[in-house]
């Protein structure tokens, strides 16, 4: 089975995701390294060099291929669902999980990091509120699932993923 998760820049999908994966003992992917690989350089340089559409072209293109994999976890970048082809292939070619966190809540994680090209602003919560307004009705549309991340452990939210999945009709292989 291939479970997708998405949220916010910062939602916790890279680490739940690897923990799931290893729970679920299925391959992980996080696109953002597989973009990376791809383009040569860190997201960060490319947005800054190319600019956010070209980004989102070459993100297109690496959704579209990792959704045809088989079982396995995959991360996804922040802004995966702001193309209606990507919110369609992650939700027609596997099990869509929301991370969703408060911008507060993400602010608090991630305020420190510098490799979050869009955080990179005067004001980085306010920037995130934004981002929110935007994305959670695209977030909502493309999951099958909505798991508040609050504040659980990585194993808690897992293990409520797992749940999700086997009360959804899907139990995890």
Same mark, same amino acid.
């Given at each position: ?8 820049? $910062? ?6 995701? =690897? ?11 996080? +696109?953002?390294?597989? /973009? ?6 860190? /997201? ?18 690496? /959704? !579209? ?6 079982? $396995?976890?995959?991360?996804?970048? $922040?802004?995966? *669902? ?5 919110? !369609?292939?992650?939700? +027609?070619?596997?099990?869509?999980? &929301?991370?969703?966190? +408060? ?6 994680? *991630? ?27 695209? &977030? ?5 699932? *909505?798991?508040?991340?609050? =504040?659980? +452990? ?7 993923? /797992? ?11």
């Amino acid at each position: 089975m291939s479970i997708s998760l998405v949220g916010l820049p $910062g939602s916790g999908k890279s680490t739940v995701g =690897r923990q799931l994966a290893r729970r679920l003992q299925v391959p992980f992917i996080d +696109s953002d390294h597989v /973009i990376e690989q791809r383009i040569g350089c860190s /997201i960060r340089e490319f947005f800054e060099r190319e600019g956010e559409p070209r980004f989102r072209d070459v993100e297109a293109e690496v /959704i !579209e291929a990792l959704t045809l994999n088989g079982p $396995g976890v995959l991360a996804t970048g $922040g802004g995966t *669902v702001l193309r209606p082809a990507n919110r !369609e292939a992650l939700h +027609s070619r596997g099990q869509v999980v &929301y991370l969703r966190s +408060s911008p507060e809540e993400v602010f608090r994680r *991630v305020r420190h990091d510098v490799n979050r090209p869009l955080l990179q602003v005067a004001d980085p919560l306010n920037r995130l509120r934004d981002l929110f307004a935007i994305r959670d009705p695209l &977030y909502r549309e493309t999951a099958h699932f *909505v798991i508040e991340t609050g =504040r659980p +452990s990585v194993s808690t939210l897992v293990n409520m993923i /797992i749940m999700q999945l086997e009360l959804g009709g899907t139990p995890p292989t």
